[in-house]
């Protein structure tokens, strides 16, 4: 069965500074993965995604991730953060072919001025 | 492209009573639909798939007579919550997928249910 581990539930940082994010998923098939962002009281918006193609996919705002296929990671990063980045942040996995979505339990990005 | 609102944003409702929220795609057509359930600063679990026409497949746990879900058409699914109980208060989020757009979700904005 699928899983997705997300180590870290919160992430202060300074502003400007760099972050990762970590997110490991465990799946004996092909996957397809996404990293959502919400921020309070709203619902998820797709921050990236990786589906096929180039290990490294990036975001219109500075995110981006790469997919270790040996190491089963999806780790989200962005070189320097902004007071405005401050959210949660879900990873999620989907084996190809089924469509179901298995979150990770989400980490708390606190940007701090 | 590729919208899904939910209404409503947030409901209040008595303990006893049932409340419905209605998920739609406003600019393509959702094969299927899903229903995810989120609690304070918790992940979102799947509740329940919904494909257009047909029943919708629970996950495990969840009792399918409580959490009623309907996909009527290709743009509208409804979940509703019978005989509300205060531990059904949540954060629901429904996403829908396209067919011809592959295997991507898109998430409405959410509802906000709390039975008091």
């Known amino acids: 069965a699928q899983s997705v581990t997300q180590l870290d539930s919160q992430v202060p940082v300074f502003e400007e500074a760099p972050v990762e994010l970590r997110c490991n998923y465990s799946s004996s098939v092909s996957v397809y993965l996404f990293w959502y962002v919400q921020y309070p009281n709203q619902g998820l918006q797709l921050l990236l995604k990786?589906?096929?193609?180039?290990?490294l996919v990036k975001s219109i705002n500075g995110f981006e991730a790469e997919f270790n296929k040996s190491q089963t990671s999806f780790h989200l990063r962005k070189p320097s953060v902004h007071i405005s980045d401050t959210a949660e942040y879900f990873c999620?996995?989907?084996?190809?072919?089924?469509?179901?979505?298995?979150f990770g339990t989400g980490t708390r990005l606190k940007v701090l001025a | 492209g590729a919208v899904v609102s939910q209404h409503p944003s947030r409901v209040i409702c008595k303990s006893g009573t049932s409340v419905k929220i209605e998920c739609r795609s406003l600019d393509f057509q959702a094969t299927t639909m899903f229903w995810y359930r989120q609690f304070p600063k918790q992940s979102l679990m799947l509740m329940a798939t919904?494909?257009?026409?047909?029943?919708?497949?629970?996950e495990q746990g969840v009792e399918k007579d409580k959490f009623l879900i309907n996909h009527a058409s290709l743009t509208l699914s409804t979940l509703t919550v019978t005989s509300a109980h205060p531990e059904d208060s949540s954060f629901y989020i429904c996403?829908?997928?396209?067919?011809?757009?592959?295997?991507?979700?898109?998430f409405g904005p959410g509802t906000r249910l709390t039975v008091t």
């Open positions: 996403s829908a997928r396209d067919l011809l757009r592959g295997s991507e979700q898109y």
């Open positions: 999620a996995v989907s084996e190809t072919g089924t469509y179901k979505y298995i």
């Open positions: 990786y589906l096929s193609g180039s290990t």
């Open positions: 919904s494909n257009e026409g047909s029943k919708a497949t629970y």
